[in-house]
């Protein structure tokens, strides 16, 4: 049904993210995570490999995922003040629910690390889409942190990398549209090489 909000269709055509620093809790309970995280991990996948991770950070461990930024923070960046070491503060503890995406592609296999890489991907963006489809904001943040080896390996396996953090709670205040490409600039019919 065209006009139905609640159609799928209409979830697809309206889904935007949230500022991480900008939503407000409660986020989803554990029943509505392990249907967002079900619907997340209903993708394509060559090989089936399941080369994704989603890691909780629960709202009584913030404190100590805190400490892990702060330590990382201390170690890469000698130049940091005590402004920097605050924003670690409030990153560890924005609302909602926290999921961390690590890729964990597999090595040496014959489906190709690039592959695994889009199967992540497209997980993140299904976890997303169930977040909306449940009545959440949601976003996905990368940074720093997720290039940091102290922060990875406190996430992480060895061979995983984190591919986001991704909030999960209400938005504070009305979300603003942003501009989409124009289809014309991003689809085009195949022209074939002149033979
Ligand atoms: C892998 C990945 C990493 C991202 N990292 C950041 C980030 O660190 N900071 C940020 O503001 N947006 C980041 N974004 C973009 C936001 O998640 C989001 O796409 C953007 O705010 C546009 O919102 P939309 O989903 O409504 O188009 C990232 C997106 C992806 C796919």
Avoid at 46 to 60: D, Y
Avoid at 107 to 126: F, R, T, Y
Wanted: proline letters at 7%; one cysteine or more.
């Amino acid at each position: 049904m065209l006009n139905d909000p609640s159609s799928a269709l209409s979830l697809l055509e309206t889904r935007r993210s949230g500022k991480p620093r900008e939503l407000v809790g409660p986020g989803p309970n554990a029943e509505e995570m392990d249907r967002i995280l079900t619907i997340a991990a209903r993708i394509p996948d060559h090989g089936k490999l399941s080369p994704w991770r989603f890691v909780t950070v629960g709202e009584e461990q913030r404190d100590a995922f805190e400490a892990v930024l702060r330590e990382a923070l201390a170690a890469e960046n000698p130049d940091a003040t005590d402004a920097h070491f605050e924003k670690e503060h409030e990153f560890a503890h924005y609302a909602g629910q926290l999921v961390v995406l690590v890729s964990a592609p597999v090595e040496d296999h014959k489906i190709p690390v690039w592959e695994q890489q889009l199967s992540c991907g497209a997980a993140g963006m299904n976890l997303l889409l169930g977040a909306h489809a449940l009545g959440y904001v949601a976003g996905w943040v990368t940074g720093w942190r997720a290039y940091s080896d102290h922060v990875r390996r406190a996430l992480c396996g060895p061979g995983e990398r984190i591919a986001g953090f991704i909030f999960i709670g209400h938005c504070s205040r009305e979300l603003e549209e942003r501009d989409r490409p124009a289809l014309e600039t991003i689809a085009r019919p195949w022209q074939p090489p002149a033979l």
